[in-house]
């Protein structure tokens, strides 16, 4: 088992762009959560999807939005970046309910 | 709103001494606590939750409700304990959803 898989690692984008990362969970798992990095922070959550639908989501703006696929991968998109959305994406996937995450290597995203 | 709060950003001790890394928390109700570590070059992974006031890898953490703290410690450190740390609490039981302090950097020294 890989493990909770994330594409790509690295990503330059440029103000206004828009892009999607993307999060297969460990297999057996049915929720992901995105969570963002910055720079000396720790995870910031953003939001959480189990069975294609949004079930919490933190503060973030509507730039920010999501989907689940049937096979409980996911993508994350954000819509008209800004440079302050240059972090880390982390990915966290678990079976719905349990308290214990587990993560992904994360996408590293700079807004240039 | 909940937050965690870790003060220091970096602790830095020799081997074989005590270490204590600090977690505070505010939330009124009944709080769900961790602890996840993050060594070089891995992902970042549960090391303790205060439920099951398990010790793990030699580490102990105890939920203090009226001190709002959630420190953990170990007697003795070790070089491989060298990692971030980060605190976090989860307040809706049945969302596994997580708010992180900032993390505090471990460095053991020989």
């Known amino acids: 088992d890989a493990g909770v898989t994330q594409s790509p690692t690295h990503l330059i984008k440029t103000r206004g762009q828009q892009v999607t990362l993307r999060c297969s969970p460990k297999s057996g798992h049915d929720t992901v959560s995105w969570y963002q990095q910055a720079l000396g922070q720790g995870p910031q959550f953003i939001f959480q999807y189990y069975e294609e639908e949004e079930r919490q989501r933190g503060n973030f703006p509507d730039r920010f939005s999501g989907h689940q696929f049937p096979n409980y991968s996911s993508e994350l998109n954000v819509n008209a970046l800004l440079l302050g959305d240059s972090a880390l994406y982390l990915c966290?996937?678990?079976?719905?309910?349990?308290?214990?995450?587990?993560f992904g290597s994360g996408t590293q995203l700079s807004v240039l | 709103a909940q937050r965690v709060t870790q003060p220091e950003k970096l602790l830095s001790v020799f081997k074989g001494a005590p270490v204590e890394l600090k977690c505070n928390y505010s939330?009124?109700?009944?709080?769900?606590l961790f602890w996840y570590v993050q060594y070089s070059r891995q992902r970042l992974q549960l090391l303790l939750r205060?439920?099951s006031r398990e010790s793990i890898k030699g580490f102990t953490a105890d939920l203090n409700k009226g001190e709002t703290s959630f420190h953990l410690k170990k007697p003795f450190a070790q070089e491989e304990d060298s990692a971030m740390y980060y605190c976090?609490?989860?307040?809706?039981?049945?969302?596994?959803?997580?708010?992180f302090g900032k993390g505090t950097m471990l460095l053991v020294s020989p």
């Open positions: 939330y009124s109700g009944s709080p769900e």
């Open positions: 966290a996937s678990s079976l719905v309910g349990e308290e214990k995450l587990f």
């Open positions: 976090a609490l989860r307040i809706n039981s049945g969302y596994s959803t997580l708010t």
């Open positions: 205060h439920i």
